[in-house]
């Protein structure tokens, strides 16, 4: 059980460059996330997904975009980069329960833009 | 405004002491968390709750809902525990909101 995977772990990019950030989770979670963590600032929603063809904008989602085409994949897409972009990215999943919904954290995404 | 607060934001404390760390929201709330980050690493989480209190090792949680606060506390607290810890909150929905996060050192 490997949980929730992340990739890459760190990347740079160019102004301007596009790329992908990957997030997996075999939990077979209905809510996945992402989240970008900048200093002094708490962890702030950029996309969010209930299930698989569904998603949703969260409290910073301009310069990215998400799809949700299987329960298990949810990756973020940086359409053109730049240096305000530059953060920790952070995918998570949980599937509710009668308790509540405990929440699952990949490893991180270090993206520097320059 | 759904809003968390943490207090202190940073907190150094030598290794065996009793630690505090306190969290504050704005509206009722469907439950809270309790998250650990270690520089350069990961979250992971803590405890769930959505009343009461919860224990695991030397970690305790506690909330009050009348009150709209929570405490995370350690006792004989060790370096290990060194971390950052963030509040959560769920309000009333999946979508989570974050506290800005308790920068702890713990000195040998």
């Known amino acids: 059980n490997a949980g929730v995977t992340q990739t890459p772990k760190f990347q740079v990019l160019k102004t301007g460059q596009s790329m992908t950030l990957q997030c997996a989770q075999d939990?077979?979670?209905?809510?996945m996330s992402w989240y970008r963590q900048d200093p002094g600032m708490g962890l702030r929603l950029i996309h969010y997904?209930?299930?698989?063809?569904?998603?949703d904008q969260g409290e910073v989602p301009n310069g990215y975009n998400v799809s949700r085409s299987t329960t298990e994949d949810f990756p973020l897409r940086l359409l053109s980069a730049a240096p305000s972009q530059t953060s920790v990215y952070f995918c998570?999943?949980?599937?509710?329960?009668?308790?509540?919904?405990?929440?699952?954290f990949g490893e991180g995404s270090w993206l520097t833009v320059v | 405004k759904n809003e968390v607060e943490q207090s202190p934001q940073n907190l150094t404390a030598q290794e065996g002491e009793f630690i505090t760390i306190n969290c504050s929201y704005s509206?009722?709330?469907?439950?809270l968390h309790w998250l650990q980050q270690h520089p350069g690493g990961g979250i992971v989480s803590l405890f769930m709750?959505?009343?009461g209190k919860k224990k695991h090792g030397r970690l305790i949680a506690t909330i009050n809902i009348q009150e709209k606060h929570s405490s995370l506390h350690i006792t004989a607290s060790h370096p290990r525990d060194s971390a950052v810890y963030i509040c959560?909150?769920?309000?009333?929905?999946?979508?989570?909101?974050f506290g800005t996060g308790t920068r702890l050192t713990i000195i040998p």
């Open positions: 509206v009722g709330i469907s439950a």
């Open positions: 709750l959505s009343s």
């Open positions: 959560a909150v769920n309000f009333g929905n999946e979508k989570l909101t």
């Open positions: 997904s209930v299930g698989a063809g569904i998603t």
């Open positions: 998570a999943s949980s599937r509710q329960e009668s308790s509540g919904n405990t929440i699952y």
């Open positions: 939990m077979n979670h209905e809510y």
